[in-house]
């Protein structure tokens, strides 16, 4: 091809004229079909003249025929947090073994606005990540639905971590090694997820008349945590231990600890969620319970994958696990 003549890209004919086969036969090789109805020495000599020439299936072409548009949305709070890209890694891995590829959407931000118009594209599933089936609406009318981390609904499955228990774990821990004066740093967020975790808090802490309790309400930013932890760790009853709903969160209260000369894992206990990469380079690093993120979006994809062949499936939530860390120790005396 010269300098000046325009880009035309390899198509079917190309290839059947160039492996000695008809369009037809191209067509039944590279689209998977071709076993038991053409000899493997020819499959064989398409799928190589196919990938020598850069050929590439029509994708658009594809789905026109067959009625799809090989698109899901996962849908998203926001983008600002690094726990929705393992649920996209998750989920967009096993969309591909479908041929279905995910387009990631954020329905809103942290404060719950909704910085973008719904996508307007034709779709084949949509997948809401913590959020109710009721804010997606408008983009999953008509096409399967599958909500992640949020509790299912009449015609709407879902796929859940145990939350609960991971809240149970990170409690338990604080409470054997001595600490009494906890804090929880609650996510500002309606979602069904963060109420998991403070209904299980409220009724572990409700049960033990020795335990002093603080809730602290913050939006995802650290610098927000750090602030409105200040006051809380300045005070002279202060928590010696603190559980956040998000490992961001956990980087407030380290902030505002080490500004105020407190050591953690010492002075002060934090435990985090999510479990993201950051959690084990903290210094110290922190505890936190571990979210098994990318298997909730593998399993929301296979759920979709059979809502759309005509199959339901209830699962069992996702287990979580606690990972401990240096953030972590017994309480200090006095």
Same mark, same amino acid.
Not at 212 to 227: G, K, L, M, N
Not at 242 to 257: F, L
Not at 294 to 301: A, F, L, N, S
């Given at each position: 091809m010269s300098d000046t003549e325009p880009?035309?890209? &390899?198509?079917?004919?190309?290839?059947?004229?160039?492996?000695?086969? /008809?369009?037809?036969? &191209?067509?039944?090789?590279?689209?998977?079909?071709?076993?038991?109805?053409?000899?493997?020495?020819?499959?064989?000599?398409?799928?190589?003249?196919?990938?020598?020439?850069?050929?590439?299936?029509?994708? /658009?072409?594809?789905?026109?025929?067959?009625?799809? /548009?090989?698109?899901?949305?996962?849908?998203v709070p926001t983008l600002t947090n690094n726990a929705f890209a393992a649920v996209h890694a998750g989920a967009a891995r096993r969309g591909a073994e479908h041929g279905l590829g995910l387009v990631v959407f954020p329905l809103s931000a942290e404060d719950g606005t909704s910085p973008f118009s719904a996508p307007q594209q034709a779709l084949d599933g949509v997948i809401a990540c913590s959020m109710p089936a009721a804010t997606v609406a408008e983009v999953s009318a008509g096409v399967p639905l599958v909500v992640l981390d949020d509790a299912s609904t009449a015609g709407t499955p879902a796929v859940t971590m145990d939350v609960a228990t991971g809240m149970a774990l990170a409690l338990n821990h604080l409470l054997a090694l001595g600490h009494r004066r906890l804090a929880h740093v609650r996510a500002d967020r309606p979602a069904w997820t963060?109420?998991?975790?403070?209904?299980?808090?409220?009724?572990?802490?409700?049960?033990?008349?020795?335990?002093?309790?603080?809730?602290?309400?913050?939006?995802?930013?650290?610098?927000? #945590?750090?602030?409105?932890?200040?006051? #809380?760790?300045?005070?002279?009853?202060?928590?010696?231990? #603190?559980?956040?709903?998000?490992?961001?969160?956990?980087?407030? &209260?380290?902030?505002?600890?080490?500004?105020?000369?407190?050591?953690?894992?010492?002075?002060? /206990?934090?435990?985090?969620?999510?479990?993201?990469?950051?959690?084990?380079?903290?210094?110290?690093?922190?505890?936190?319970?571990?979210?098994?993120?990318?298997?909730?979006?593998?399993?929301?994809?296979?759920?979709?994958?059979?809502?759309?062949g005509g199959a339901e499936a209830a699962l069992d939530p996702l287990p979580v696990t606690l990972v401990e860390r240096e953030s972590t120790g017994p309480a200090p005396h006095g």
């Open positions: 880009y035309r890209a &390899v198509t079917a004919t190309d290839v059947a004229r160039v492996a000695g086969v /008809s369009q037809s036969t &191209v067509s039944l090789v590279l689209n998977g079909k071709g076993r038991g109805r053409i000899s493997d020495k020819t499959v064989r000599r398409v799928t190589e003249t196919a990938q020598r020439m850069g050929y590439r299936i029509n994708q /658009s072409a594809r789905h026109l025929r067959l009625g799809t /548009s090989g698109t899901v949305l996962l849908a963060f109420e998991q975790r403070a209904r299980t808090f409220d009724l572990g802490v409700l049960t033990r008349p020795d335990v002093v309790a603080r809730r602290v309400t913050c939006p995802f930013p650290p610098s927000v #945590v750090r602030e409105r932890m200040m006051p #809380v760790l300045s005070a002279p009853d202060r928590p010696t231990a #603190v559980i956040c709903d998000d490992d961001n969160m956990a980087m407030g &209260v380290y902030s505002a600890a080490m500004s105020l000369g407190l050591t953690i894992g010492a002075d002060l /206990s934090v435990i985090g969620f999510n479990d993201a990469p950051a959690a084990s380079q903290a210094a110290p690093g922190l505890t936190s319970v571990h979210l098994p993120l990318e298997e909730m979006g593998d399993r929301g994809m296979r759920m979709l994958v059979g809502l759309r």
